[in-house]
């Protein structure tokens, strides 16, 4: 869901120029040290507990260009995090969650993070590649606190404290590509169009068709955007006039709605594949919703909210029940996800008396087989790998809860086994 977006050339240059600010003010702390304190039963702890209460961060977009994504991302965590303490929190102490709405602004990103960072334990949510990718060597040198974004850039990789969870943007595009070989009739010569996001996440994403293009003998036809762009049509006039079989889009849900829904009305009838932050069941309901039931696939790191599984069912259960005004889509898992295995770093941290941030990341490190109910199981050990290769092929259908289908099932193809990112 990323759900990620991306900031501009401009923006990137603004954002540096204030993380260097932020940064320059910011004390070091060694959460392994003197910092340290003994709580309740000898259990250490340090920034992010006190009193009877550990603080959990979530840096989301509620306003902006993914505010329907932020909106589930967060209500799903903060529903995990009731339960949880409804069930006796951790190690004695109740868990709290501490948001903030940056609006995908890169300004208010950086900000929202400095602000929270010496207040929490770590953070459960960070929507946006580009700024996780911003703090990156601040969290990996003085600040040393978990996250667990919701972004897949690649970029993002290497980190013991920023862990990607499901497959990365490339892997999840080398994944989807598969998919239209095998299932779409993708071959050899042919040529395939991809429409990215300039950023972390488009980049990454290209990286992958790139990959698997030159495995599969097919070439890349590129074409770059701003997450300002809405209207598709110079987009699919070029691609059609390039003769390509198939599009690859790197992009969010509006503009995948114009895409494919512009490449209807012009009859130029292809399959399209976005990445997992390129739909919102709410597109279901404008004009380009028969033309997105028809043609349209999204590459996904779970399966959708909708699926068949006793863990599915029962959060959507207690998702309508928490809050029966608001749809239900695929943000709610990628968000529950992230709270629940933060949960569980929390209760393994808690078994080796150890609450510190060096304690919690240290935990999250040692789960190598992590199964939520969704379809993948996760693997959090190497830093330098996501915790999944696996990618599911969901189509938009408004027949079933949440709106998407699942054509295939939780899948890694032989290229993104193979596939090192960033080689």
């Not at 941030?357 to 939520?372: E, P, T, W």
């Amino acid at each position: 869901m990323s759900t990620t977006t991306y900031v501009t050339r401009s923006a990137a240059g603004a954002l540096a120029a204030l993380l260097l600010v932020a940064g320059c003010s910011s004390k070091a702390k060694d959460t392994g040290g003197d910092g340290d304190k003994a709580g309740a039963g000898g259990v250490r702890t340090g920034e992010g507990v006190s009193g009877k209460t550990i603080t959990l961060g979530a840096l989301t977009d509620m306003t902006g260009v993914y505010a329907t994504l932020g909106k589930s991302v967060t209500q799903a965590q903060q529903l995990y995090v009731k339960q949880l303490n409804a069930a006796g929190g951790v190690c004695g102490y109740k868990v709290a969650l501490s948001v903030r709405d940056h609006g995908y602004d890169p300004q208010k990103a950086v900000s929202g993070y400095t602000e929270l960072e010496p207040k929490v334990l770590g953070f459960a949510q960070f929507i946006g590649s580009p700024f996780v990718a911003a703090v990156k060597q601040r969290i990996d040198g003085q600040d040393k606190a978990l996250v667990l974004p919701q972004a897949w850039s690649s970029a993002l990789l290497g980190s013991p404290y920023i862990r990607v969870i499901g497959s990365t943007y490339d892997i999840e595009t080398i994944n989807a590509v598969d998919f239209l070989i095998k299932e779409k009739g993708i071959r050899k010569g042919d040529r395939i169009g991809h429409v990215y996001f300039e950023g972390d996440y488009g980049e990454s994403a290209l990286a992958g068709s790139k990959h698997i293009a030159k495995e599969a003998g097919l070439t890349v036809v590129e074409q770059k955007i701003k997450p300002t762009d809405n209207d598709m049509t110079a987009q699919v006039t070029a691609l059609k006039k390039a003769g390509v079989k198939a599009v690859v889009i790197s992009a969010g849900p509006r503009q995948a709605a114009s895409l494919v829904g512009v490449a209807a009305a012009s009859g130029f009838d292809v399959p399209v594949i976005g990445n997992n932050s390129a739909f919102a069941p709410q597109l279901l309901a404008t004009q380009a919703g028969p033309a997105l039931t028809k043609n349209y696939y999204v590459a996904s790191p779970s399966l959708p909210i909708g699926a068949d599984t006793p863990q599915a069912q029962k959060l959507v259960a207690d998702y309508r029940a928490a809050y029966p005004k608001d749809t239900l889509d695929n943000g709610i898992v990628a968000g529950w996800t992230a709270a629940a295995a933060f949960g569980e770093a929390l209760k393994e941290a808690c078994a080796t008396k150890d609450l510190t941030r060096q304690g919690v990341d240290k935990a999250l490190l040692s789960i190598d087989s992590y199964d939520i109910g969704f379809g993948v199981i996760q693997n959090f050990t190497d830093p330098k790998s996501p915790s999944s290769r696996e990618s599911v092929i969901l189509q938009p259908d408004k027949s079933v809860t949440g709106g998407m289908k699942v054509v295939r099932e939780a899948e890694a193809s032989e290229a993104a086994k193979a596939y090192t990112p960033g080689a």
